[in-house]
């Protein structure tokens, strides 16, 4: 186990890295606001890619991914355990044409916002009722329909390591209305990368992607068989030594 001053110094360092990684590629990314989706997108991989690899050997973590091939070709729904940044940063790297349910109050950042719009992110307003609904479940049947894949994190916020919260019904809905299965992933995020962490601590990040639901599950059936298949292959992962 590495001692504090060091994580500490890595971290710094990381975190220098990201910001100063960030800024560029925004600049770099000015023109693809003017480009085609897939252009915006590109820029996305790149970022998301770049930031892996900071944080793989400046803070020593690695990533561990299994199950890849429960995710099926074309669209379909990831509905993914929420424990760190890292989750919402490490989908743009590991999918070509990701698109995120995000709240609608991210698109008011400049230029984020501008870029999560061209690169056909999902937008929900929480407090929008019925048009906001279904303005999302327009959005997600478009993105499954282009063969995209639909990122939600259906606990709708990050949680701290061994913290539960209910899982929110709109992955049901997003499910319901382009007709597909929904993939878990359960993870660990948290471990090396806890939540609103100045902190990055060396060791694997596990990422599991589990068979998917079939489509057709009615709301209580599919939220159940959510929440317990992505927190028991959690636990599991968590009960796994660091390392």
């Known amino acids: 186990m590495r001692s504090y001053p060091v994580v500490w110094l890595r971290s710094l360092l990381f975190n220098i890295l990201f910001f100063g990684i960030t800024f560029v590629m925004v600049l770099v990314a000015i023109p693809t606001l003017f480009m085609s ?11 998301s890619w ?18 890849w091939e429960n995710i099926p070709p074309g669209g379909v729904v990831i509905a993914a355990k929420h424990q760190s940044a890292f989750d919402t940063i490490v989908w743009l790297g590991l999918l070509k ?16 916002g501008h870029y999560a ?33 639909v990122v939600i994190f259906p606990e709708g916020t990050r949680t701290a390591v061994g913290e539960r919260v209910p899982y ?24 090396v990368w806890g939540r609103r962490a100045f902190l990055k601590h060396p060791g694997t990040i596990r990422i599991s992607v589990l068979p998917p639901l079939p489509p ?21 992962l968590m009960a796994e030594p660091q390392g």
């Open 168 to 191: 929110q019904p709109g992955v049901v809905a997003i499910a319901a209305a382009t007709g597909v299965g929904v993939v878990p992933v359960a993870t660990d995020s948290g471990r």
């Open 97 to 112: 044409q990701p698109a995120y349910v995000m709240k609608k109050e991210l698109l008011s950042i400049p230029l984020y």
């Open 37 to 47: 989706r897939e252009a915006a997108m590109r820029t996305a991989n790149v970022w």
């Open 117 to 149: 719009r061209r690169a056909g992110m999902i937008p929900v307003d929480r407090e929008g009722g019925g048009p906001a609904l279904r303005a999302m479940l327009r959005a997600a049947t478009q993105s499954v329909e282009e063969g995209r894949q």
């Open 216 to 236: 057709g599950l009615n709301r209580a059936k599919l939220l159940t068989a959510l929440e317990e298949q992505i927190e028991t292959e959690t636990d599991r």
């Open 50 to 67: 770049l930031i892996m690899q900071a944080l793989r050997f400046v803070v020593g973590v690695r990533i561990d991914i299994r199950g």
